[in-house]
C-alpha cells in the first residue's frame, strides 16, 4: 500500500469512531487508570517496511497492562521454548482474565498465557532465567521497537501491588500446584511492573510489527521469533488475546489482538501490518470500546483480515 493510503485510512477512521468515545467505563479498580480521560483516542500502524501512520492521540504514552503479556510471552518463548506448554495451556478460557475457577480442576495450569494466571507462570520462566524479570521484558520491547521509549510508570505500579489481592491469591494459589518455582512475591512485583509499562501507541505498533514480519524487527533487523514461533503467539492472540470476547472480536474484526484495561488493543495482520488502538472507556469484557471499532474499521477499510 502506498503512504497516501493509510493517512487516508486512518483520518476518515478519526471521523468514524468519535461516537464512541467515552463509551463504556475505565479500569477504576486500578486508582492511577481511574485519573486518565475517557475521552482520548489513538491509532497507529506500523507496516513491514518501518513505515507508521497514526491519527489522534497516538504518541501519548499510556499503561499498556495486559498487553505486555505478548512481550512476556515472547520472551519465555525465547527462553524454554515448548518446554513451556507444559506449564501454561493454549485455550480459552471462558471466564474473566482474574477467574480462580479452573486452577483447582485443573491442577494449577492455568489455560493460556493471556489471562492473568498464565502471565504469572509466563513470568516465573522468565524469572528463572533472568534475574530481573520485568527489566527483562522491557528490554525487549525496545529492542523489537527499535527505541528506547517504553519504561515503568512506577505509580501505577504502586497502584498494582496495593490492589493486586487477586492476583497475589492466584499466585499462591498456583504455588500450592508446584506450578510456580520462584518466590511468589519476586514474580508478583515483576508481573505488576509488566502491567504498569508505559509507551504509545506508535511504539506499541513498532514493538509488535515482528508479529507481522514473520518474527523479525525491521527496524534492528534482529530476529525475535522464528517464524513458526511467531505463527504461534499471533494464534493465542486470534484465540485467547480479548478475554473472554475473542470469539466476538475475532468475528468483528479478524485479526489477532491483545487488549489491556488500560484500554490498548494490538492487532497484528501478518505481512500486513502491527497497529494500537487505544482508548480509555472499557466494555463489561474489558475491551476498549473505541479501541475495538477502530480496529474493526481498519479492518474494513483495507480489506484485511486473517480470514
Known amino acids: 500500500m502506498s503512504d497516501l493510503y493509510y493517512p487516508a485510512i486512518l483520518k476518515q477512521i478519526a471521523k468514524q469512531v468519535k461516537p464512541f468515545l467515552g ?55 525465547q527462553f524454554v521454548g515448548p518446554a513451556l506448554w507444559k506449564r501454561v495451556g493454549r485455550e480459552p478460557s471462558g471466564d474473566p482474565f482474574n477467574s480462580l475457577v479452573q486452577l483447582e480442576s485443573e491442577a494449577g495450569i492455568p489455560r493460556n498465557p493471556f489471562i492473568n494466571a498464565g502471565a504469572l507462570v509466563v513470568t516465573d520462566v522468565i524469572r528463572s532465567y533472568a534475574e530481573d524479570a520485568a527489566q527483562s521484558v522491557l528490554s525487549l520491547i525496545n529492542e523489537s521497537a527499535g527505541t528506547e521509549n517504553a519504561c515503568f510508570d512506577d505509580a501505577v505500579a ?19 500446584f508446584g506450578n510456580l518455582h520462584n518466590d511468589v512475591d519476586e514474580v508478583l512485583e515483576a508481573y505488576f511492573h509488566h502491567c504498569a509499562i508505559s509507551m504509545s501507541c506508535v511504539d506499541l505498533a513498532r514493538a509488535a510489527l515482528f508479529l507481522a514480519n514473520r518474527g523479525r524487527s525491521p527496524y534492528t533487523g534482529k530476529r525475535i521469533l522464528s517464524s513458526h514461533r511467531t505463527k504461534y503467539v499471533n494464534a493465542l492472540m486470534l484465540t485467547c488475546g480479548t478475554y473472554d470476547a475473542a470469539g466476538d472480536f475475532a468475528f468483528r474484526v479478524g485479526l489477532p489482538a491483545k487488549s489491556g484495561v488500560g484500554g490498548g488493543l494490538l492487532a497484528v495482520m501478518p505481512g500486513g501490518f502491527a497497529a494500537c488502538a487505544w482508548s480509555p472507556a472499557l466494555d463489561a469484557a474489558g475491551n476498549s470500546v473505541a479501541g475495538a471499532k477502530s480496529l474493526e474499521l481498519l479492518a474494513q477499510a483495507t480489506g484485511l483480515s486473517v480470514f
Open 158 to 176: 504502586r497502584s498494582e501491588a496495593e490492589t493486586g489481592h487477586r492476583n497475589r491469591a492466584l499466585g499462591h494459589f498456583i504455588k500450592s
Open 23 to 77: 463509551r463504556g467505563s475505565v479500569a477504576s479498580y486500578i486508582p492511577e487508570l481511574a485519573k486518565v480521560s475517557p475521552a482520548r483516542w489513538g491509532l497507529a500502524v506500523a507496516t513491514p517496511d518501518g513505515e507508521v501512520f497514526q491519527a489522534g492521540d497516538a504518541e501519548e504514552p499510556f499503561s499498556i497492562q495486559s498487553v505486555s503479556k505478548v512481550f512476556s510471552l515472547t520472551r519465555a518463548i
